[in-house]
């Protein structure tokens, strides 16, 4: 029973974490932790008892990691060919389309690899699986307690429905995209309202170098337009970015209600990261998602991925160092005369 010892740890770090502070990146790791260590265990439990089954469960998976990354390279290059094709070729819809050539790129090097097997590039395609093996497990992390998060709601009163804008068509027009929020907002909003309080919908955008008018504004026009009440809605018209919609909108808030509470409204694959930053922000609220299009979700939800990283760059920055050095060292090693440093 000693093996579960480090995944019934990690459980129960994530546990604290959730009841702490549900917004935390940490406890996205933890659960992926427990999950692998616990995985780990039975398999080398199961190993122990039976060597020969071990032996073709080892096989099996190793089989099944291999057709998985070939399938997934495949969805992401199909996928952004679609998302080219319907959105644009900005760099944000081609991320899926790069993580499925990277992830081609992978297998053709660790093929390379194997057919000629030198040293250098064997340990050059140990290290970038290695790296690749890190980056999908955080990732495999971000979507698990994303997906948790968003299902697991507080049922708590709140003071404001906040929503966060996303951009206009035509300088002045609100897209399909920001009218999904809206809608949610307005869902959220009577659900709230049901509850004995008429809290105030905050809308919260600025006006872009390509917009006639700020986000805030045209979000305002469309709620009235489908017969919100005017007077329960205002708007943040100053931030560009998600940090600043929550940042702006917090100073409107506490203004107002130093004790206030919000439900905060985006995408639903932007929910995660806006929570992580709404947490680092010092904003009082949850987040909840409205519905993308299934088409816009896998490369939106990498951009997400790509942002969380971005945010705690200097941690990752250091562990893929580290790992890195771990290949030089190994590859020096093998090269060294006396094979000792």
């Not at 944000?92 to 590039?121: D, E, K, P, Q, W």
């Not at 955080?138 to 804008?165: H, M, N, P, S, W």
């Not at 940090?243 to 439900?263: G, H, I, T």
């Amino acid at each position: 029973m000693l093996a579960y010892v480090p995944a019934l740890v990690c459980f129960l770090m994530f546990c604290f974490g959730v009841l702490r502070e549900r917004r935390r990146v940490s406890n996205a790791v933890f659960l992926g932790l427990a999950i692998v260590f616990a995985a780990t265990a039975l398999f080398l439990r199961l190993a122990a008892r039976k060597p020969q089954l071990g032996s073709d469960v080892a096989v099996a998976l190793l089989v099944l990691a291999a057709l998985g990354v070939i399938a997934l390279a495949w969805f992401l290059l199909a996928n952004g060919v679609t998302m080219v094709r319907k959105e644009g070729r900005s760099p944000a819809n081609l991320l899926s389309l790069g993580a499925g050539l990277a992830l081609i790129a992978l297998l053709g090097l660790l093929v390379t690899a194997l057919v000629l097997h030198t040293r250098t590039l064997l340990v050059a395609a140990a290290t970038a699986v290695v790296l690749t093996g890190l980056v999908v497990f955080l990732f495999a992390c971000f979507l698990l307690y994303a997906q948790l998060y968003e299902r697991v709601r507080i049922r708590r009163k709140a003071d404001y429905v906040v929503v966060l804008g996303s951009g206009l068509i035509g300088g002045d027009t609100v897209p399909p995209l920001l009218a999904s929020r809206l809608d949610r907002a307005r869902e959220e909003h009577a659900r709230l309202s049901r509850r004995g309080r008429r809290p105030i919908l905050l809308t919260s955008g600025g006006q872009g170098p390509d917009e006639k008018l700020p986000e805030s504004h045209a979000m305002a026009d469309y709620l009235v337009a489908r017969g919100f009440p005017e007077d329960l809605v205002e708007r943040e018209d100053r931030s560009t970015t998600t940090e600043e919609n929550l940042r702006f909108s917090k100073a409107l808030m506490q203004q107002a209600k130093p004790d206030y509470r919000c439900v905060i409204v985006t995408n639903n694959y932007h929910v995660f990261r806006a929570a992580v930053t709404a947490r680092r922000t010092g904003v009082r609220g949850h987040v909840i998602g409205a519905r993308t299009a299934s088409y816009f979700w896998p490369s939106a939800m990498i951009r997400e991925f790509v942002a969380l990283l971005l945010t705690y760059r200097r941690t990752n920055a250091a562990i893929f160092l580290l790992l890195v050095l771990g290949g030089l060292v190994i590859w020096w090693l093998g090269w060294s005369p006396t094979g000792r440093v």
